[in-house]
């Protein structure tokens, strides 16, 4: 039975948050899709654009002069404009001698200026008007080149603005990454946080770069043109600026529907890119279960749906946007219609009339452009707050001024009435007690959401106990400096993890000195040494993406390669070895002995038989330590650990 279009659209949204790390390749860039926040808007925008800028601290210089270049751009372009005056009216005037136009104004210094720098004489004849259009037209040229160099000048410096700008933030972000706690990542999808790296980002990139300048050039053309409108006719321009807020509403009309459906859009994308990630990811479940018409069935309706929208969001954006720009040749008319007559009634010249409706429709153009924009930046401007959320985001609580550094760590670990839970009111450990000495091997067992991997989290300061205490060699894991802390535990986590890298950079990532030999010699404790040496290039093969070349179970003996390399004086293996064969695993048993002699070891496993040599087993339930002994003791005990040894209840 396919979903219906609305449940997939909830269920598909967050998927496509939660799976983006895969995701990275997909979505054209445009990153995780289905952030429906991308487009809303910002809480306050005037503090994130402050703070915005503060990111240009060092490069202030810089935009001062993009903003020279901008004016210089925007007034060439404008004087450039306004030279075709003289010349139409000395074309007039050639034309027709008695007609009445006076040069006089601004037009008459641009005038005399092109006369005065080619020596042309004041007369119209048709021989000297043929050598005052050529000049004019070389210091059009020249007006237009700067214009352009500017222009060329300005986007460069801004370019290097922005993308310096854009490395800080990420640089801080993740920076910022780094610092905090486990809670963090525990309570957000993965998705959530790379999107603040791709969308966010790339949204802020989007606005430094093209809108922020569409802005300020448009704001600079618009004060421009009217100081130039006004120059050459105030009656024309009164005529102009009454069209304003025709062209205004229309904008923000317009602004505010794409921005609705682009926001539609963006979740209908993350859904459909969320799916098909699903799918690509889960395909052979999918083929498994026969489920490839159902598969087919609800991509159809999202597929649909996204058709949709885009189509509401193209049209608002791409189609309406443009016609209503066209709506300010309506004033272009009404301009050369009333500036027709007042040049009959002589209150224009030929050359005002012809540069003015140039004007009037080039006043229009960044109204338009400048409302159009507003979606790009408000997007933006809710991303760049999001992103600072994440910095703003309190990290790891800092170590205490006086916190112990544990030069020499022996490994005496001690739990006492420890008692936490993930969240508050929902209690996942009751009442932790226990004592292990180094050298011993301190087993958890139990069922399946126990607590087991919690205790260790509590050991490493992932988490912090809610009551009681942890201490290791008398002091309270509070009061160690946590990076020192965390140096002393060797931890191989529940779920594997590989980086992209060799086999025997992976291996050295538990203690970043260690030499090829002992590399090497991590890798035969963890039996990991002859399955490395039948791969393709040894210890120098590249793994890809968390290991997906490897099996399970060697996943799982590199990982226990890259605990057993460091010196930490506390080892907790985690089901470590939960996927390798019960041969391979007593060869590892026999490495590990021998590296667990002086150390304390924690060992968490669902297989009793590794077990069963440990010092003490502690048989957890429901965050309670109901049983604790020796093999023998507990089998005596005929208590729970009997029941899940003799296998009278399975161990889920
Ligand atoms: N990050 C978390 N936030 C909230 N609750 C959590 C979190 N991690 C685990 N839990 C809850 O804590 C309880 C204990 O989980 P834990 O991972 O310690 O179990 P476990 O004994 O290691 O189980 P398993 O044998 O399956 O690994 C579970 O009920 C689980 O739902
Ligand atoms: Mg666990």
Known sequence: MARSIDELKKQYNSTAKGNATRRMGMGGGRGPGGNMGATGKPKNAGKTIARIFSYMQGHRYKFVLVLVCMLVNTLFSLIGGYMTAPIIDNLALTVNPSADV???????????????????PESNTAEIVIKYVTAAAIVLGFVYLFGILAAYLQGRLMLSISTNMLKKMRDDLFEKMQTLPVRYFDSKPVGEVMSRFTNDIDNLENMINNSLTSLISGMVTLIGTFIFMVTTSWVLTLITVVFIPVFALGGILIGKKSRKYYAGQQAALGAVNGYIEETVSGQKVVKVFNHEDTCCEEFGMLNEDMRDKQFKASFWGGVMGPIMGNTSQISYA??????????????????????????????????????????????????????????????????????????????????????????????????????????????????????????????????????????????DVRDIKRDRLRSQIAMVLQDTHLFSGTVMENIRYGRLDATDEEVIEAAKTASAHSFIMRLQDGYNTVLEGDGANLSQGQRQLLNIARAAISKAPILVLDEATSSVDTRTER???????????????????????TVRNANAIMVMEHGRIIERGSHDELLALKGRYYELYTGKTELA
């Open 334 to 475: 009404v301009t050369v219609g009333i500036g027709g007559i007042l040049m009959i009634s002589g209150h224009l010249n030929p050359g005002g009339l012809t540069i003015f409706a140039r004007y009037s429709r080039q006043f229009a153009m960044p109204i338009n452009n400048m409302s159009q924009q507003m979606t790009t930046v408000f997007a933006a401007l809710a991303g760049a707050e999001r992103v600072f959320e994440v910095m703003d985001t309190d990290p790891e609580l800092p170590d205490r001024e006086d916190a112990n550094a544990m030069d020499n760590m022996q490994g005496h670990v001690i739990m006492k009435n420890v008692t936490f839970g993930y969240n508050p009111g929902h209690t996942i450990l009751y009442d932790i007690n226990l004592y292990a000495k180094p050298g011993q091997k301190i087993a958890f067992v139990g069922s399946t959401g126990a607590g087991k991997t919690t205790v260790t989290n509590l050991l490493s300061r992932f988490y912090d106990v809610d009551e009681g205490t942890i201490t290791i060699d008398g002091v």
């Open 102 to 120: 006076r040069i006089e104004g601004v037009e008459k210094l641009v005038d005399n200026f092109i006369r005065k720098a080619f020596f042309i």
């Open 587 to 609: 060869h590892i048993e026999h490495g590990m002995d021998r590296l667990m002699k002086n150390r304390t070891t924690f060992v968490i496993a669902h297989r009793l038989s």
